[in-house]
């Protein structure tokens, strides 16, 4: 049955986004952290969002729990932190806008959130910006 009547509860700022990174996708790095492709192994904060036997998935601004598959000796096979940055799956904003990028991307990340690298190569989405504030000092292009 429908849920009737004004509903409380959630987080006003985050509205919902079309997930477009799953767990087992493979995802390369836009920073210079060492890392080039990483395959995502865990969504943080997905519990809330699934539903029994269904594999979480990110969009842009979430946190991703990664393993590095491609790059530096002393990353690969370690379990590290990512943030999304673009997606290639169209997602819809509050003005109505629809946008997708030419490719999917992440940038490596403490727990905290503080990127790993100095630079980020290519644009990064607006809502990955708003969310990781310090991530949007390095973007040079924020779309």
Known sequence: MAKRGFRVGGVSYRLSL????FIGSYVPCAD???AKLVRVIGVVGSHAKTRLRRIPGAAVGDMVVVSVREGKPELRKQKLRAIVIRQRRPYRRPDGTWICFEDN???IVSPEGDPKGTEIRGPVAKEAAERWPRIAGLATMIV
């Open 18 to 21: 079309t997930p477009g990174i």
């Open 32 to 34: 210079n952290s060492g």
């Open 105 to 107: 991307a992440v940038v």
